[in-house]
């Protein structure tokens, strides 16, 4: 075998091994406990302690949901979801149990657009942790919450409340904006330095603008 041949032969086996490396350094318990976070702790619990069949059960998610193709949104899309779900928290104010049902739908519609499978909650949460370990349970307690109001259970208001605030820095995560977006945030950061100018002189000297 000539020396040419024997280091292609090397060259390639490196590569073999990079591209292995990472799914590997993920899936073992060091890995996974850094990628989950919170969800390792909770598939622990959930196997009676069992640490090796909860690493099994991370392995099989980081496996089924690790390479999804995950769409970015569009600058309009985004501000369509922000408001409503600065609309649903609105009507929190005089129905809770609703706003919350709103708020499960509007995350799951929205994991969907990002390209998250939906083909049942459990499903739709295993996908989500994988890349939103430390949020993710925010969002299964709105969901728990959400299901005991559509079922006509009697839900605290304070607990409903809980549940919509646990679930925000999931909808943060989902909504974060692009580098593409730059121009966008330019344009509303000088939206909001002239705003109160715009303001002033639309309604003149002595009006109050009030919430418009």
Do not use: C
């Amino acid at each position: 075998m000539s020396v040419t041949l024997i280091i292609l032969v090397a060259a390639l086996v490196a590569m073999v091994a990079l591209v292995f490396a990472r799914p590997v350094r993920q899936s073992s318990p060091h890995g996974l406990m850094n990628r989950f976070g919170p969800e390792y702790d909770r598939a622990v619990a959930r196997h009676d302690g069992d640490a090796k069949a909860a690493q099994w059960e991370l392995s099989e998610r980081l496996r089924r949901y690790g390479e999804l193709s995950i769409r970015a949104l569009t600058p309009e899309s985004r501000e369509q979801y922000a408001a409503r779900w600065s609309g649903l928290q609105e009507r929190f104010v005089e129905s809770p149990a609703i706003a919350v049902r709103e708020a499960d739908r509007l995350l799951a519609t929205l994991a969907v657009e990002r390209g998250y499978p939906h083909e049942s909650p459990e499903q739709l949460l295993e996908a989500l942790s994988v890349r939103h370990a430390q949020a993710v349970d925010g969002y299964r307690k709105l969901h728990t919450e959400a299901e005991r109001a559509r079922a006509g259970q009697e839900v605290p208001t304070d607990r409903l409340r809980e549940a919509l605030l646990g679930a925000h820095p999931l909808f943060e995560d989902l909504v974060r904006a692009q580098p593409h977006d730059r121009a966008l945030r330019r344009r509303r950061q000088w939206q909001r330095h002239h705003r109160p100018t715009i303001l002033r002189s639309s309604w003149g000297p002595g009006h109050s603008p009030g919430h418009s």
